[in-house]
């Protein structure tokens, strides 16, 4: 088996940079803590809720239909990251509009009027779903476009939200590797609390919390267990890789055997909030609080990582 070649996290994305963007504002938002302590980067690609007017224009559903994609407030849910040492990026764009976990030429050829070009993936799980880097479905599996796309608006996308995205990402990656030696990336994550219609656990209720490490290959399995371990001991009842094992940001990201552990952490939304109306419910505030609990454990479970691999 020809080995992988070993990433450059600065440039993750082809020509990703934010450098064009000066005149614009970014599409993410950046916690960075008054020093970096702890060699973790925190990330939630999923939770923006910034509506372009051009993509209210060309959806069929309104925002709220929309926002049935968006694993909402998880970047408060880790809004102590920054307070207790570690940087937390979180994208402003909605994952209806472009979705940062999934490869960046992801797509269903049947939502373009227009052919794609040889190196799009059209034939991902993620895509027959409808669930593409432009994804055809919300999570309900209502479409969300009326019309078909052109590709050039797919790529307008990509270039103004996507890849800058992925490069301050890779570039928070690279960053803490240079500083401890090691860096581990959680992507952060809610869920529904029954398996959606084009789920493989579909109408099954799911468990509190559901950890991905792509079956193994992402981070070193005391990672997996340490982490297992402090969520069972805050009283979650917890999952591995079933049903989700992690997605193109912990595929892409993690390689642990050059010293980058990528975990991601799926909560269920019953426990804090109203799935209905999407309001903030009454456990809001205890799951705020236990993780920040997490957050403090996942800090000292790195140091450890960095301490056997010394």
Same mark, same amino acid.
Not at 15 to 28: C, E, I
């Given at each position: ?127 027959? $779903?409808?669930?593409?880097? /432009?994804? +055809?479905?919300?999570?309900?599996? &209502?479409?969300?476009?009326? =019309?078909?796309?052109? @590709? %050039? ?108 552990? $990528?975990?991601?952490?799926? /909560?269920? +939304?019953?426990?804090?909030?109203? &799935?209905?109306?999407?309001? =903030?419910?009454?456990? @809001? %505030? ?25």
């Amino acid at each position: 088996m020809t080995a992988r070649p070993a990433p450059d996290y600065r440039h993750a994305m082809q020509q990703s940079s934010t450098q064009g963007l000066r005149d614009r504002p970014l599409p993410f938002a950046l916690r960075r803590p008054v020093q970096q302590t702890l060699p973790v980067v925190f990330a939630s690609p999923h939770s923006g809720v910034d509506f372009p007017a051009e993509f209210l224009a060309a959806a069929r559903l309104d925002p709220s239909s929309l926002r049935r994609s968006e694993d909402c407030y998880v970047d408060e849910l880790f809004a102590a990251a920054p307070r207790l040492g570690a940087p937390l990026l979180a994208a402003l764009f909605p994952r209806a509009f472009v979705d940062a976990n999934r490869e960046p030429l992801e797509l269903d050829p049947h939502m373009f009027e227009d052919p794609l070009p040889p190196e799009a993936n059209t034939a991902s799980p993620r895509v027959a $779903a409808g669930l593409g880097v /432009i994804a +055809r479905v919300v999570a309900s599996g &209502e479409e969300i476009y009326g =019309r078909k796309l052109r @590709f %050039a608006e797919a790529l307008a996308r990509l270039e103004r939200y996507y890849r800058p995205y992925h490069a301050m990402l890779g570039s928070l990656i690279a960053e803490t590797k240079r500083r401890f030696g090691h860096c581990v990336l959680v992507d952060c994550h809610s869920m529904p609390s029954v398996g959606g219609p084009t789920e493989r656990d579909a109408g099954r209720e799911r468990v509190d919390v559901v950890l991905g490490d792509c079956r193994g290959s992402s981070c070193a399995a005391a990672l997996m267990d340490l982490a297992e371990g402090a969520l069972r001991r805050l009283g979650y009842a917890v999952a591995r890789n079933d049903p989700y094992s992690g997605g193109f940001v912990t595929q892409h990201y993690g390689r642990p055997g050059e010293g980058v552990h $990528a975990l991601q952490i799926e /909560i269920n +939304r019953a426990l804090y909030l109203d &799935e209905a109306s999407l309001a =903030r419910g009454p456990g @809001f %505030a205890r799951i705020v609080a236990d993780m920040s609990e997490l957050v403090r454990a996942l800090g000292e479970i790195a140091r450890g990582l960095g301490a056997v691999a010394a």
